[in-house]
């Protein structure tokens, strides 16, 4: 019997479980380009260029791959509309709340609250009628206090006040939209829908955008590169990564993989620009681990509870 059931972990929820922390470290690697690429531009100036950039890509390659008919399946009135209120909720609102909140609070408190999306996901779920499962619940706070634990020594005395709010305003955007894929836009191509949701994300942002430090920026090697990999790992496949995450285990098992952002983004810290890890950061990532090792067992894939 343990056999049995040793192999059904080993060869149903171990390969979501590893491909949910390649989700989670490629996400995260967006921390670390970003800040080559804020280095010579505004953040909301760069997530302008990179959505459009993405979106404008994806919807060139599919209408290569369909080029006997190339606009044929971009006629979709329900695709626009599902991939324009991704857009809005994916990455405008997200993004420009939580860019707004950074403005009064601290980057480390910012990384906490965002890794709330998990507590976020699974309330929304709750109130649009999904069961509540105490054991996933449990999975979720015990992550989270791993997340705590890791950032805990750099939070200092940070400060609580209205940028708080525009960061979980934010993180409820993306929970939003997370579950709004899940119950409306799975039966979707994601080839366009990722497209469509990141070139209207991107033009949302182009009231913000300013031209002039695009065109200096581009004639910069660090910055191209920076640009390049995050259109194409970040937008495009990282995203990807994430809609056939939700379509195998659910919103709610998916959104925990959100903890794990923080730990990747201490360690790929570490490694490209040479911060500590310190004995919180282990701890707080053991504990982590333990928490999405319990939200996997909760759930097998195919979004059934156990």
Known sequence: MFILR????????????????????????????????????????????????????LLAVWAWL???????????????????????LNYALYLGFSYTGLQTVSPQLVILLVATTPFITLLLSVLLGTRLHAKL???????????????SDKLGNAAFGLGVVWVLLGVAALSAGTLFYQRHAQALHPLPLIGIQNLVGGLLLLPFAEYQSLYAAMTNTPFVLSWLYQVIAISIVAM???????????????????????VFGILLSAAFFHTAVTRNDMIGTAVVIAGMALSMRWKAPGGHAR
């Open 137 to 151: 619940l449990l999975a979720i706070a015990i992550g989270f206090s791993g997340v705590y634990i890791a950032l």
């Open 240 to 262: 990807w990564m994430w809609f056939w995450l939700v379509r195998r285990i659910g919103s709610d098992s998916a959104s925990v993989f959100h903890l794990m952002n923080p």
């Open 6 to 57: 040793l192999s059904f972990y080993w060869e149903r929820i171990m390969p979501v479980f590893l491909f949910g922390c390649l989700f989670s470290l490629v996400w995260s690697s967006a921390f670390v380009a970003g800040k080559v690429s804020i280095d010579y531009v505004l953040p909301l100036n760069f997530l302008f260029f990179r959505f459009v950039s993405a979106g404008l890509l």
């Open 66 to 88: 369909n080029r006997r008919q190339p606009f044929a399946g971009l006629r979709n009135r329900r695709l626009w509309l599902v991939g324009s209120l991704l857009g809005l």
